[in-house]
């Protein structure tokens, strides 16, 4: 069941900041989400958050979303989709939402350096890189520790590197990486791999991959930057040091969702939970992309939610006296 909101507003409305809908977050999903809304005729704002165009902006070439046949960029391909939703009308705001208010309508949503109001409001904020939690982490981040090697690869050439997880982006990434460094160690927790078998076997055939099972990086040691890591074996508890110019962390992410948490309902894990296809706890909520999709994670299908999301929403205003 949605829960019920006070139709009463709590604040004074300035029309010029009132919005049909505001989507939060700025990857395939909100943008695709602008698109569909702005063509709708609904008056649509997107807040790009604090990295505009989300994680593909971090990719380099994207070969799996249909339509471009010899692949494009990842920043090219959300260019292209957010002047798609400019040509609509949807108005973007490059700024950060500080604060949600869902208690009364309009929602309210505050940013840095303003506050809007909306009908409806649809979140695609995303997820971000999991962190190791580990001593030298922190300190070493930008100096070595890295959450994206086709951002950081580059700055590695002929140096040893090491890359922790067993997933695809781990596998993708250490493969990417052999471009750059001397060799690439992987150092994955258990003795087999969760990644897909394809990326696998291209993994297994590149000579410059030393697969390192069953340990984890228990410490990052160096002085500017990092010079090498302690990895625990598993088994036997022994540690054992390691020399590395660079160690590329892929252990999967985590939902941007905790401006939300005190007012939706979350899972276990942070994600948003949904029903009725995108409709979150509250009425007029809506979610879509990786915010609560921790399954499949594509920018195909976060797209997809996202075009989900703006037809529910469209539906939602139009049976709703909200709407204008
Ligand atoms: P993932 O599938 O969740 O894999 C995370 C890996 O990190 C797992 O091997 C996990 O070990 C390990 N791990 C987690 N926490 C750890 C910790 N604290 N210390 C050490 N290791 C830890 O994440 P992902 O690889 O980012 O992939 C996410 C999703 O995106 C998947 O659905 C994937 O298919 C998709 N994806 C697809 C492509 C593609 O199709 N080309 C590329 C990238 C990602 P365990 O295995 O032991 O749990």
């Known amino acids: 069941m949605s829960k019920n909101v006070n139709n009463d507003s709590h604040h004074p409305t300035d029309l010029k900041n009132l919005y049909d809908v505001i989507i939060i977050g700025s990857g395939p999903a909100g943008f695709t989400a602008g698109i569909y809304s702005s063509r709708a005729k609904l008056k649509t704002l997107i807040i790009s958050g604090s990295l505009p165009g989300g994680q593909l902006m971090t990719t380099s070439e ?8 010899n692949g494009i960029f990842g920043p090219e391909l959300m260019m292209n989709m957010r002047q798609q939703a400019e040509r609509f009308g949807t108005t973007i705001v490059d700024d950060e939402v500080l ?8 929602f ?11 009908r409806a409001i649809l979140l695609c904020t995303g997820a971000s890189p999991r962190k190791l939690g580990i001593d030298g982490e922190q300190e070493f981040g930008g100096r070595g520790v890295s959450y994206c090697a086709t951002c950081d690869g580059p700055f590695f050439k002929g140096e040893e590197i090491a890359v922790i997880g067993g997933g695809d982006t781990a596998l993708e990434e250490a493969t990417f990486l052999t471009k750059f460094g001397k060799a690439v160690k992987l150092i994955h927790r258990r003795d087999s791999l969760r990644a897909s078998k394809i990326l696998q076997e291209k993994a297994f055939e590149n000579s410059k991959i030393q697969f390192i099972w069953n340990h984890v990086v228990s410490k990052i040691k160096g002085t500017k930057k990092i010079e090498s890591v302690d990895i625990k074996n598993l088994t036997t508890g022994k540690i054992q040091n390691l020399s590395v110019g660079g160690l ?6 985590e939902p941007n969702t ?13 994600y948003v939970v949904i029903r009725d296809n995108t409709r ?13 999709d921790y399954r499949y994670r594509q920018a195909v299908t976060a797209a997809g939610f996202g ?9 939602w205003l139009s049976e709703n006296k909200f709407r204008r």
């Not at 994207?62 to 046949?69: A, K, L, R």
């Not at 905790?258 to 942070?270: M, T």
């Not at 979150?280 to 609560?292: E, K, N, P």
């Open 62 to 69: 994207v070969e799996n979303y249909p339509g471009f046949p």
């Open 99 to 106: 604060k949600v208010d869902f208690r009364n309508r309009p």
């Open 108 to 118: 309210l949503i505050s940013t840095h350096s303003e506050s809007y109001e909306s």
């Open 248 to 253: 590329f962390v892929a252990i999967g992410h």
């Open 258 to 270: 905790s401006i939300f948490k005190d007012q939706l309902e979350l899972d276990d894990k942070g």
């Open 280 to 292: 979150t706890s509250i009425d007029g909520v809506f979610a879509a992309g990786d915010v609560h």
């Open 307 to 315: 075009c989900m999301a703006a037809l529910d929403v469209e539906k």
